[in-house]
């Protein structure tokens, strides 16, 4: 008898686009569910395009039923305006994760690119073409941020088992693996299609 599948939800945030991918775990498979984007009109009031954002997560959680949700770690790079941009609208996913009860990890870029790829400094392209590999599309998923949300949603996938062995290892702490946890919309969707 096969275990049921987990549904996790990757994030990667944008303010004009954030990237989500939604993907089942059974076992050591992996399935996508659903990806796309919630994109947001460059002219509004930025209190309403994150309220977009907000809603749109709680949405596909709702839908989904995602116990679990994976969100790319803030870096600062040398566009600080850019950095603050992601953080407000990483700010609202989170809260909706957290809202609806789904437990969120944290991982930085080097880790998601280890986990998909097996290299900490591969290229977009690599990173795209594992993912396809990886959930048997045809082809790579687009655009780039929901190619990203489902990279971080496998390198999650990809941790759990890692992760509970270490639970069950006696004096362990499972927080030395375990990152974070937190205690209608334009939606651009694709669903996926395996081989």
């Known amino acids: 008898m096969s275990a049921p599948s987990r549904i996790i939800l990757g994030i990667d945030p944008g303010t004009a686009s954030t990237g989500y991918g939604v993907i089942a775990?059974?076992?050591?498979?992996?399935?996508?569910?659903?990806?796309g984007v919630v994109r947001t009109e460059a002219g509004?009031?930025?209190?309403?395009?994150?309220?977009?954002?907000?809603?749109?997560?709680?949405?596909i959680l709702r839908q989904h039923h995602a116990v679990e949700a994976a969100v790319e770690s803030l870096f600062f790079n040398v566009n600080a305006r850019t950095a603050f941009a992601v953080g407000q609208a990483r700010g609202v996913a989170l809260l909706a994760c957290a809202q609806s009860g789904c437990e969120v990890h944290e991982y930085t870029p080097q880790e998601v690119k280890q986990a998909v790829v097996g290299y900490g400094k591969a290229d977009k392209a690599q990173v795209q073409e594992m993912v396809r590999v990886l959930l048997r599309l045809t082809e790579r998923p687009q655009p780039d941020h929901a190619s990203d949300a489902l990279a971080v949603a496998i390198c999650h996938a990809h941790g759990r088992g890692l992760r509970a062995r270490?639970?069950?290892t006696p004096g362990r702490a499972a927080n030395r693996v375990a990152r974070g946890g937190v205690g209608?919309?334009?939606l651009s969707t694709r669903r996926?299609?395996?081989?």
């Open 192 to 195: 996926g299609e395996s081989t």
């Open 44 to 59: 509004r009031e930025l209190s309403s395009r994150l309220e977009e954002i907000f809603a749109a997560v709680g949405e």
């Open 184 to 186: 209608s919309p334009s």
């Open 25 to 35: 775990q059974s076992g050591n498979r992996l399935e996508l569910v659903e990806y």
């Open 166 to 168: 270490i639970e069950r």
